[in-house]
């Protein structure tokens, strides 16, 4: 199944069963019509869909009985569910990311940053992630502590959402779009980037990296 939110005014995220070239409508996420839902997350063993936006919607949606779970007052940029399947960390519009427990509805701050965080993505072993910032690069930052490990530069942003993850053998690489139309490849360990790959004749806004290298 696929979960797609839409942009800026958007009241619902659509949840599609996708077999083989057909795909179905399997329900909708909404609450009000006045919503804005603008990006999810499903939790590790796919029973529930965390989506939410940038008006104060936050919702832990559970596809088995239909039911919604709201936090209220949350305006989110990116989230990610952790396989605790409990702990969801989100990037909000206070220039932060924190975590959430929906079982006990207690939240505590990761980390923060002086700039707008617009798009976070999870290391596989979810120690550390990955923070695209408005204008300033992406971050790398670990978890548990909240320290800043790493700031990558050389993309452009300005007016989408870039959005970049973690690749290759060990996640040893970290790939992102960009406004310049290039797709720009780091190592981790690695400030600048050692690959810049023409990605379209457009704005590159996303990408996915083959987990393996050949």
């Known amino acids: 199944m696929i979960c797609v939110c839409g942009v800026e005014k958007c009241p619902e995220a659509v949840v599609w069963s996708v077999t083989g070239t057909e795909a179905q409508i399997k329900c909708r996420i909404t609450q ?3 919503d804005v839902l603008t990006c999810c997350s499903w939790s590790p063993d796919n029973r529930f869909i965390y989506t939410g936006g ?5 919702y832990k949606y559970d596809l088995h009985t239909s ?21 969801v960390l989100a990037a ?7 975590s959430y427990n929906f079982e006990d509805y207690t939240d505590q701050t990761v980390c923060e940053d002086e700039s707008q965080i617009i798009n976070m993505s999870l290391s596989g072993d979810e120690k550390h992630c990955l923070l695209t910032l408005a ?3 992406l971050l790398l930052v670990d978890i548990a502590s909240g320290t800043s490990i790493r700031k990558y530069y050389g993309i452009l942003q300005s007016d989408y959402q870039i959005n970049s993850c973690f690749g290759g053998a060990s996640e040893q690489f970290i790939v992102s779009g960009s406004e310049d139309n290039l797709v720009y490849v780091f190592k981790r360990d690695c400030s600048s980037p050692i690959l810049q790959a023409r990605g379209s004749h457009a704005y590159c806004l996303l990408r996915c990296l083959e987990p393996r290298l050949h």
């Not at 940038?54 to 936050?58: D, I």
């Not at 909000?92 to 924190?98: E, F, I």
């Open 32 to 34: 009000n019509t006045e």
């Open 54 to 58: 940038q008006q104060g919607q936050f």
């Open 67 to 87: 039911t919604a779970y709201n936090w209220e007052g949350v305006r989110l940029h990116s989230v990610a569910a952790l396989r605790d399947n409990k702990t």
């Open 92 to 98: 909000d519009s206070h220039k932060r990311v924190r």
């Open 135 to 137: 204008k300033q690069g």
